[in-house]
């Protein structure tokens, strides 16, 4: 099965029109999926996370919610980037009655 590795090389040696194609694959195939946030059974108990990392969306949404920053929660979680607070912000946004519902339910543990 070929890695991303291997389709990064392979990018460059296509054209501008099949680039456009394989975006719209991917858009497809992805349907409502959100950007830099994962969903997987093994991790966090199939909690919405960051990618490349275990931070729930839940838990920086309820940080922001109690007044941190996000240049507090960049220095407080170093593997965070920018871009990963605005895919969290969009996802709370979209999803967010289970985010609330995973906030209650942490809050109650």
């Known amino acids: 099965m070929p890695t991303l590795s291997d389709f990064e090389k392979l990018l460059?040696?296509?054209?501008?029109?099949?680039?456009?194609?394989?975006?719209k694959w991917v858009v497809q195939e992805l349907g409502d999926a959100f950007p830099g946030?994962?969903?997987r059974s093994d991790v966090c108990g199939g909690?919405?996370?960051i990618v490349r990392t275990r931070i729930p969306v839940w838990l920086l949404e309820q940080a922001r919610r109690l007044g941190a920053s996000e240049q507090e929660l960049l220095a407080a979680y170093p593997s965070l980037r920018?871009?990963?607070l605005v895919n969290a912000w969009a996802y709370a946004r979209s999803h967010s009655g289970e985010i609330e519902a995973q906030i209650r339910g942490n809050e109650a543990a």
């Open 12 to 23: 460059p040696t296509l054209s501008p029109g099949e680039k456009a194609q394989i975006l």
């Open 37 to 39: 946030i994962d969903s």
């Open 47 to 49: 909690e919405p996370c």
């Open 82 to 84: 920018a871009e990963d």
